[in-house]
C-alpha cells in the first residue's frame, strides 16, 4: 500500500493534481470561518457553544456547509444550493420534454443542462440567503430565547446592510462552484463532491469529542467501533451490485463483423444515493416550520393543540413517530428516484436498437418488463439499507447523547464513503495510464 501511494507522490501529474485539489479544499475551509459582513461574530459564538447543534433541515444544511452556517460565514450555505439545484434539474427531466431531449444529445446537451443548473443554483442561493438573513435578524437562528447575544447577531439591520450580507452569501455560492468546477478539470475527481466530502468530514472531531465529553470514553470507543462496523457495511452495500447479461448478436457492416459481444447491465443495490435521506430530512421539517409560525400563544395564554403535538413528536427527532415516518419517507422516496432515473423502456429499446438481449428473455416489451421487475426486487432491500442507516444519528441522539450531525450514519457516512471510493478508482485509473500497477490490487 504505501508502495502503490508513494508511486502516486513520483508522478508529477498525479502529484500535480493532488496539490491543487487540496489547495481548492484549504481555501474553501478558510472561507467557511470568515464572518459575513455586519455579523457580530462573538454574539454568534456565544450562541454556538450553548446551543451545541440545531435540529431539523437547518442541520442537514449546517452538515454540508461544515459548521459555516451557523458560523454565518461567507461560505454559509455551502454547497446545499448546487445539490438541490442539480436534484431539481433531474427531476424537470421527466416533467419537461425539452430537459429529456437535451438530455440524450450527449456531450452538448449535458453542457446545457449543467448551464440551467448553474442558474437555479443561483436563484436559489438568493432566496435561501434571504431566509437566512431573515432568520438571523429576527434572533430565531439558534432557537434559543433566553440569551440576549442570541437576539442580536447582527451589528447593523439596516435595509442596505441585509442587501450587502445577502450579494455576500449569494456570492460565496458561485466562488465555490466555480472551485468545484476547476478541481473538476485541473484536479482529482468530481470536484463538488470533493467539496461536499471535506466539509461533512470537518465535522467528524467535534462530533466524536462531543460524544467523548457528554458521556465517557468507554462510550466514545464504544461509539468508534460502531462507526467501523458501518462503514464496512456501507463500502459492502455501496459495492453491490445485480448484473444482467446482456449478447449482442454478430451483424455484418461491409466486410466488417461487429457485435457477438458479451456485457451485463449493473443495477446497484443503492441506485438512489443519498438523495432520498435529503428528500425526507426536507420534507418532515416542513411540518416544524409551520407549527413554529404558529408557535405564538392565543389570548387565554395556550398554544394550538396541534402545534404543541407537532413540537412534541416532530421537532426533536428521537420521537419513535418521527423515527417510523422518517424510513418510511425514505423508501418511498427510494422507489420514486429510482424510477425516475433508470427507465426500463428505454434500456429495453436501446438493446434491440442494437442488436442487444438477455438470454431467455425475448427482446422490447419483455427484456423491459424483466428489468422492472429485478429494478423492484431489488430496490427493497437498497431502502431498507438506506432506512437503516438514516436512522443511526437519530439512535445516537436518543441513546448515546449526540447532536443530529452524528458523523457514522445518515447522509455524512454515505456521502463520505461514496465519495471516497470514487475518488480511490480516479486515482488508481489515472496511475495505471502511467504504470503497470494501480493504486488497487
Given at each position: 500500500?504505501?508502495?502503490?501511494?508513494?508511486?502516486?507522490?513520483?508522478?508529477?501529474?498525479?502529484?500535480?493534481?493532488?496539490?491543487?485539489?487540496?489547495g481548492i479544499i484549504a481555501i474553501y475551509r478558510f472561507g467557511a470561518h470568515i464572518p459575513a459582513p455586519f455579523v457580530d461574530f462573538p454574539?454568534?459564538?456565544?450562541?454556538?457553544?450553548?446551543?451545541?447543534?440545531?435540529?431539523?433541515?437547518?442541520?442537514?444544511?449546517?452538515?454540508?456547509?461544515?459548521?459555516?452556517?451557523?458560523?454565518?460565514?461567507?461560505?454559509?450555505?455551502?454547497?446545499?444550493?448546487?445539490?438541490?439545484?442539480?436534484?431539481?434539474?433531474?427531476?424537470?427531466?421527466?416533467?419537461?420534454?425539452?430537459?429529456?431531449?437535451?438530455?440524450?444529445?450527449?456531450?452538448?446537451?449535458?453542457?446545457?443542462?449543467?448551464?440551467?443548473?448553474?442558474?437555479?443554483?443561483?436563484?436559489?442561493?438568493?432566496?435561501?440567503?434571504?431566509?437566512?438573513?431573515?432568520?438571523?435578524?429576527?434572533?430565531?437562528?439558534?432557537?434559543?430565547?433566553?440569551?440576549?447575544?442570541?437576539?442580536?447577531?447582527?451589528?447593523?439591520?439596516?435595509?442596505?446592510?441585509?442587501?450587502?450580507?445577502?450579494?455576500?452569501?449569494?456570492?460565496?455560492?458561485?466562488?465555490?462552484?466555480?472551485?468545484?468546477?476547476?478541481?473538476?478539470?485541473?484536479?482529482?475527481?468530481?470536484?463538488?463532491?470533493?467539496?461536499?466530502?471535506?466539509?461533512?468530514?470537518?465535522?467528524?472531531?467535534?462530533?466524536?469529542?462531543?460524544?467523548?465529553?457528554?458521556?465517557?470514553?468507554?462510550?466514545?470507543?464504544?461509539?468508534?467501533?460502531?462507526?467501523?462496523?458501518?462503514?464496512?457495511?456501507?463500502?459492502?452495500?455501496?459495492?453491490?451490485?445485480?448484473?444482467?447479461?446482456?449478447?449482442?448478436?454478430?451483424?455484418?457492416?461491409?466486410?466488417?463483423?461487429?457485435?457477438?459481444?458479451?456485457?451485463?447491465?449493473?443495477?446497484?443495490?443503492?441506485?438512489?444515493?443519498?438523495?432520498?435521506?435529503?428528500?425526507?430530512?426536507?420534507?418532515?421539517?416542513?411540518?416544524?416550520?409551520?407549527?413554529?409560525?404558529?408557535?405564538?400563544?392565543?389570548?387565554?395564554?395556550?398554544?394550538?393543540?396541534?402545534?404543541?403535538?407537532?413540537?412534541?413528536?416532530?421537532?426533536?427527532?428521537?420521537?419513535?413517530?418521527?423515527?417510523?415516518?422518517?424510513?418510511?419517507?425514505?423508501?418511498?422516496?427510494?422507489?420514486?428516484?429510482?424510477?425516475?432515473?433508470?427507465?426500463?423502456?428505454?434500456?429495453?429499446?436501446?438493446?434491440?436498437?442494437?442488436?442487444?438481449?438477455?438470454?431467455?428473455?425475448?427482446?422490447?416489451?419483455?427484456?423491459?418488463?424483466?428489468?422492472?421487475?429485478?429494478?423492484?426486487?431489488?430496490?427493497?432491500?437498497?431502502?431498507?439499507?438506506?432506512?437503516?442507516?438514516?436512522?443511526?444519528?437519530?439512535?445516537?441522539?436518543?441513546?448515546?447523547?449526540?447532536?443530529?450531525?452524528?458523523?457514522?450514519?445518515?447522509?455524512?457516512?454515505?456521502?463520505?464513503?461514496?465519495?471516497?471510493?470514487?475518488?480511490?478508482?480516479?486515482?488508481?485509473?489515472?496511475?495505471?495510464?502511467?504504470?503497470?500497477?494501480?493504486?488497487?490490487?
Amino acid at each position: 500500500m504505501f508502495s502503490a501511494i508513494a508511486r502516486v507522490f513520483r508522478t508529477p501529474d498525479l502529484r500535480r493534481k493532488i496539490g491543487f485539489t487540496l489547495g481548492i479544499i484549504a481555501i474553501y475551509r478558510f472561507g467557511a470561518h470568515i464572518p459575513a459582513p455586519f455579523v457580530d461574530f462573538p454574539n454568534v459564538k456565544t450562541c454556538l457553544d450553548q446551543s451545541g447543534s440545531t435540529d431539523g433541515l437547518l442541520s442537514l444544511v449546517n452538515l454540508f456547509s461544515g459548521g459555516a452556517l451557523l458560523q454565518l460565514s461567507i461560505f454559509a450555505l455551502g454547497v446545499m444550493p448546487y445539490i438541490t439545484g442539480t436534484i431539481i434539474v433531474q427531476l424537470l427531466r421527466v416533467v419537461i420534454p425539452h430537459f429529456e431531449t437535451l438530455y440524450k444529445e450527449g456531450q452538448a446537451g449535458q453542457a446545457k443542462l449543467t448551464q440551467y443548473t448553474r442558474y437555479l443554483t443561483i436563484a436559489l442561493a438568493l432566496l435561501q440567503s434571504t431566509t437566512l438573513v431573515t432568520v438571523a435578524r429576527s434572533g430565531q437562528l439558534f432557537g434559543i430565547t433566553g440569551v440576549a447575544e442570541c437576539q442580536q447577531l447582527l451589528t447593523d439591520e439596516a435595509w442596505w446592510a441585509q442587501l450587502l450580507m445577502i450579494v455576500t452569501l449569494t456570492a460565496g455560492t458561485g466562488l465555490i462552484m466555480w472551485m468545484a468546477e476547476l478541481v473538476t478539470e485541473r484536479g482529482i475527481g468530481n470536484g463538488m463532491s470533493l467539496l461536499i466530502f471535506t466539509s461533512i468530514a470537518a465535522t467528524f472531531p467535534s462530533a466524536l469529542w462531543s460524544i467523548a465529553v457528554a458521556r465517557s470514553f468507554e462510550i466514545f470507543l464504544l461509539v468508534l467501533a460502531v462507526g467501523v462496523a458501518t462503514v464496512a457495511l456501507v463500502v459492502f452495500v455501496e459495492q453491490s451490485q445485480r448484473r444482467i447479461p446482456v449478447q449482442y448478436a454478430k451483424r455484418m457492416v461491409g466486410r466488417r463483423t461487429l457485435g457477438g459481444s458479451n456485457t451485463y447491465i449493473p443495477i446497484k443495490v443503492n441506485m438512489a444515493g443519498v438523495v432520498p435521506v435529503i428528500f425526507a430530512s426536507s420534507l418532515l421539517y416542513i411540518p416544524a416550520l409551520i407549527a413554529q409560525f404558529n408557535a405564538n400563544p392565543a389570548a387565554n395564554g395556550s398554544v394550538p393543540g396541534w402545534v404543541s403535538w407537532i413540537q412534541a413528536n416532530f421537532v426533536n427527532g428521537d420521537h419513535p413517530l418521527y423515527m417510523a415516518v422518517y424510513f418510511l419517507l425514505i423508501i418511498g422516496f427510494t422507489y420514486f428516484y429510482v424510477a425516475i432515473t433508470f427507465n426500463p423502456v428505454e434500456v429495453a429499446d436501446n438493446m434491440k436498437k442494437y442488436g442487444g438481449f438477455i438470454p431467455g428473455i425475448r427482446a422490447g416489451r419483455p427484456t423491459a418488463e424483466y428489468l422492472d421487475y429485478v429494478l423492484t426486487r431489488i430496490t427493497l432491500p437498497g431502502s431498507i439499507y438506506l432506512g437503516l442507516i438514516a436512522l443511526l444519528p437519530l439512535l445516537a441522539l436518543a441513546t448515546v447523547g449526540a447532536n443530529q450531525n452524528f458523523p457514522f450514519g445518515g447522509a455524512s457516512i454515505l456521502i463520505i464513503v461514496g465519495v471516497g471510493l470514487e475518488t480511490v478508482k480516479q486515482i488508481d485509473a489515472q496511475l495505471q495510464q502511467r504504470h503497470y500497477e494501480g493504486l488497487l490490487r
